[in-house]
């Protein structure tokens, strides 16, 4: 039986599209009961079930992660449904694209609501519950775009590197019971790369020279993202905190 997450649990935003799709079926997958986010309420529903069907525990809850509230009923809900709260996956994101003089001020802001201010909501919330556990542990998913620039994305990646400094600034104010890890990936075969290629002179190339520009020779894939998320939550990883992992096909090594 694969357990590495039995009788845990987790909320996961993003959970109805692309990356937080397959964390959220990994996690299952190791026994851990999941409070899911995201905005499309068919799609949220489709994953609910799916994980259902398979025997596993998962309640999905549609909202939008900008939204303070929502953060608290995330929250509420994962201790209501099952008596406690071990983890966060903070996976929620949008682009935002256009350039500095361009961007709409209100999508500037917007973007920073839905990747920075939605990631610390939900920890302000969830932080008290985890701390009435005797481990707990919070994915961050950030992105190569915190080190790296992209045409027409600098909201994205402003927000993108603000994640980075706000998961290390937790780690060390909840360590040791809660550990708080950074994700950085390169271009994975979600929705999301296909909007961002968008920024792209011809986006259908953008897309397929992100995957041949890896070292990998491929686009990432969701599962790929979700392994390394489902082993940071789990106790195999009982010694990392406060650190930032590129999973990106080998982007960064080139410079
Ligand atoms: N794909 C890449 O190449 C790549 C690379 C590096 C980092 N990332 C990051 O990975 C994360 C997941 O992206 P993905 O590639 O898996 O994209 P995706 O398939 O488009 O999924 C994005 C998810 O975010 C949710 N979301 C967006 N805005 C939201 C809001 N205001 N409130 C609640 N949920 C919201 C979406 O919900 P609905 O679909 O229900 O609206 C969806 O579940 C993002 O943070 C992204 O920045 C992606």
Same mark, same amino acid.
């Given at each position: 039986?694969?357990?590495?997450?039995?009788?845990?649990?987790?909320?996961?935003?993003?959970?109805?599209?692309?990356?937080?799709?397959?964390?959220?079926?990994?996690?299952?997958?190791?026994?851990?009961?999941?409070?899911?986010?995201?905005?499309?309420?068919?799609?949220?529903?489709?994953?609910?079930?799916?994980?259902?069907?398979?025997?596993?525990?998962?309640?999905?809850?549609?909202?939008?992660?900008?939204?303070?509230?929502?953060?608290?009923? =995330? !929250?509420? *809900? &994962?201790?209501?449904?099952?008596?406690?709260?071990?983890?966060? +996956?903070?996976?929620?994101? /949008?682009?935002?694209?256009?350039?500095?003089?361009?961007?709409?001020?209100?999508?500037?802001?917007?973007?920073?609501?839905?990747?920075?201010?939605?990631?610390?909501?939900?920890?302000?919330?969830?932080?008290?519950?985890?701390?009435?556990?005797?481990?707990?542990?919070?994915?961050?998913?950030?992105?190569?775009?915190?080190?790296?620039?992209?045409?027409?994305?600098?909201?994205?990646?402003?927000?993108?590197?603000? =994640? !980075?400094? *706000? &998961?290390?600034?937790?780690?060390?104010?909840?360590?040791?019971? +809660?550990?708080?890890?950074? /994700?950085?990936?390169?271009?994975?075969?979600?929705?999301?790369?296909?909007?961002?290629?968008?920024?792209?002179?011809?986006?259908?190339?953008?897309?397929?020279?992100?995957?041949?520009?890896?070292?990998?020779?491929?686009?990432?894939?969701?599962?790929?993202?979700?392994?390394?998320?489902?082993?940071?939550?789990?106790?195999?990883?009982?010694?990392?905190?406060?650190?930032?992992?590129?999973?990106?096909?080998?982007?960064?090594?080139?410079?």
């Amino acid at each position: 039986m694969r357990n590495k997450l039995f009788h845990k649990t987790y909320i996961i935003t993003g959970a109805s599209s692309g990356m937080g799709r397959a964390t959220a079926l990994a996690f299952a997958g190791e026994g851990a009961n999941l409070v899911l986010s995201g905005r499309d309420y068919l799609r949220g529903q489709e994953i609910e079930n799916e994980i259902q069907v398979a025997e596993g525990n998962a309640v999905f809850l549609p909202g939008d992660v900008g939204d303070m509230d929502y953060n608290r009923k =995330l !929250v509420d *809900l &994962a201790v209501k449904t099952y008596g406690q709260l071990d983890g966060v +996956i903070t996976n929620a994101g /949008i682009l935002g694209l256009g350039s500095i003089t361009e961007v709409d001020p209100e999508l500037w802001h917007k973007t920073f609501s839905v990747n920075v201010d939605a990631v610390y909501y939900l920890l302000k919330f969830a932080i008290p519950e985890m701390l009435k556990r005797s481990s707990a542990s919070v994915v961050i998913n950030s992105s190569i775009a915190a080190f790296k620039t992209f045409p027409n994305h600098p909201a994205y990646c402003a927000s993108k590197a603000a =994640l !980075v400094a *706000l &998961a290390k600034q937790a780690a060390v104010e909840y360590g040791p019971t +809660i550990r708080i890890n950074t /994700i950085c990936p390169g271009p994975v075969d979600t929705p999301f790369i296909h909007d961002s290629a968008v920024a792209f002179p011809d986006p259908a190339k953008a897309v397929e020279n992100a995957g041949q520009n890896t070292l990998l020779k491929r686009l990432g894939q969701p599962e790929d993202i979700a392994k390394l998320s489902l082993f940071l939550a789990s106790d195999d990883a009982s010694w990392i905190t406060g650190s930032v992992f590129t999973i990106d096909g080998g982007i960064m090594a080139k410079g």
